[in-house]
């Protein structure tokens, strides 16, 4: 697994950071699973069961590479924090994160409108299923799914499915609780990458 400079250098503080905590008191604050035998952390992510082993901190079975950053990341990082009543946009996150975290929005609803033209909301509703999404009642979206990137680490999605005047449109929203264990790039990221996955997976279902 090889990517840019900068790629590189967050993944090793990442696994820098992993390596001075205590396993047992990571998963603890992640709530997580560790496994002292192969001294390995267990644990699913967009409803895939995933182990990460300490010796290398690669994670089995292989992941795209930013979701393994973003993995690593959010276990170096974690806080304990439970999520809460309160969902954040992307642009709205603290600490500076407006116009990067605007960014990531405007790329997210570009990449549903593109991806999402057949308003199949049967295949949606499947796809979400397939990445252990859980669908959400009483909003104003055509589809609202809430998944998991971790136990601790929840994703609100919804989305307007296209029709004869407008595109596709959609954004994903992050819980209060997770915005203090990871900067504004991994929380993006993590937000980009379920919709990607979600892309993916409604294409599979319609070939």
């Given amino acids: 697994m090889t990517g840019s400079p900068q790629y ?4 090793a503080a990442a696994v820098d950071r992993l390596a001075t905590l205590d396993p047992t008191a990571v998963a603890a604050r992640a709530r997580i699973e560790y496994l002292p035998g192969p001294d390995a952390w267990r644990f699913e992510s967009f409803g895939t069961g995933l182990t990460v082993r300490r010796e290398d901190y690669r994670v089995e079975p292989s992941l795209d ?3 393994h950053l973003c993995v690593l990341q959010y276990l170096a990082g ?6 809460g009543k309160r969902w954040l946009g992307l642009g709205e996150l603290p600490g500076g994160g407006l116009i990067r975290g605007a960014s990531f929005d405007r790329e997210i609803d570009a990449l549903l409108a593109r991806e999402l033209t057949t308003g199949d909301l049967e ?9 252990g999404g859980t669908l959400i009642d009483g909003e104003s979206a055509d589809l609202c799914a809430d998944f998991k990137f971790m136990p601790r680490y929840p994703l609100r999605l919804s989305l307007w ?6 595109p596709a449109s959609g954004r994903v929203r992050v819980n209060e609780a997770t915005v203090n264990c990871l900067g ?4 993006g990221s993590v937000g980009l990458l379920l919709a990607r996955m979600l892309c993916e997976r409604v294409r599979e279902r319609q070939q």
């Fill in 78 to 83: 974690a806080d304990g924090s439970v999520p």
């Fill in 123 to 131: 295949a949606l509703r499947a796809a979400a299923s397939d990445l």
């Fill in 161 to 166: 499915l296209a029709d004869d005047e407008f």
């Fill in 8 to 11: 590189e250098a967050f993944l």
């Fill in 184 to 187: 504004v790039e991994a929380v």
């Fill in 65 to 67: 590479m930013w979701h």
